[in-house]
């Protein structure tokens, strides 16, 4: 069967579907048509193409550290003609550990080959701190102070063929930036 979500994580929480199916007796043929037809919420992975070329993929619907490194190695293994680009947000509520992860964050941004990196909020500066300190030119890690910064940014910045993955927790509404390029690009 085919599974219409990227991404080896999702590979992994749809075996688990049905490893709990098969525990439940649910014929594993039912269960596989039905993994088939599967369709994220609203702001997973949501895949946008912008009228100048640019592919972006909407991933703002919630952030922890798991979830962004298997953003970064899903987005980052597809195939494009540009630049993998990243606007991240805060992961929130992970209590005092909260900078050493998001310097981590920075660090897994720049291993995993994003190629610009725009964050924002009270911990974008340990982001992009981790980044810099894994080898990306610090040109090409910028703090902004909120998200109309990010905007103006990319807006400047898209070229086609490059890809943009929007990320962070709820609470940092970074689908505001891609409510904005939708409107100010166009989709196409």
């Given at each position: 069967?085919?599974?219409?979500?990227p991404?080896?994580?999702?590979?992994?929480?749809?075996?688990?579907?049905?490893?709990?199916?098969?525990?439940?007796?649910?014929?594993?043929?039912?269960?596989?048509?039905?993994?088939s037809?599967?369709?994220?919420?609203a702001?997973?992975?949501?895949q946008?193409?912008?009228?100048?070329?640019?592919?972006?993929?909407?991933?703002?619907?919630?952030?922890?550290?798991?979830?962004?490194?298997?953003?970064?190695?899903?987005?980052?293994?597809?195939?494009?003609?540009?630049?993998?680009?990243?606007?991240?947000?805060?992961?929130?509520?992970?209590?005092?550990?909260?900078?050493?992860?998001?310097?981590?964050?920075?660090?897994?941004?720049a291993?995993?080959?994003?190629?610009?990196?725009?964050?924002?909020?009270?911990?974008?500066?340990?982001?992009?701190?981790?980044?810099?300190?894994?080898?990306?030119?610090?040109?090409?890690?910028k703090?902004?102070?909120?998200?109309?910064?990010?905007?103006?940014?990319?807006?400047?910045?898209?070229?086609?063929?490059?890809?943009?993955?929007?990320?962070?927790?709820r609470?940092?509404?970074?689908?505001?930036?891609?409510?904005?390029?939708?409107?100010?690009?166009?989709?196409?």
């Amino acid at each position: 069967f085919s599974l219409p979500v990227p991404g080896t994580h999702n590979i992994m929480n749809a075996m688990a579907a049905l490893a709990i199916g098969c525990a439940l007796k649910i014929e594993p043929k039912v269960a596989t048509e039905r993994l088939s037809k599967f369709k994220p919420m609203a702001m997973r992975f949501e895949q946008i193409q912008l009228a100048n070329g640019v592919r972006l993929v909407n991933d703002s619907y919630n952030a922890n550290p798991a979830s962004m490194k298997a953003a970064f190695r899903t987005v980052g293994s597809a195939k494009r003609a540009g630049r993998f680009i990243v606007a991240l947000g805060d992961m929130l509520e992970l209590g005092e550990a909260s900078y050493e992860l998001h310097k981590k964050l920075g660090e897994d941004a720049a291993r995993m080959g994003v190629n610009l990196l725009l964050t924002t909020g009270d911990y974008a500066e340990a982001v992009v701190e981790g980044a810099v300190s894994a080898g990306l030119d610090s040109e090409s890690a910028k703090n902004c102070s909120t998200t109309d910064e990010i905007e103006k940014n990319l807006e400047d910045e898209l070229k086609a063929g490059d890809v943009l993955l929007v990320k962070g927790s709820r609470g940092m509404r970074m689908e505001r930036i891609v409510e904005t390029l939708k409107h100010s690009i166009g989709t196409g």
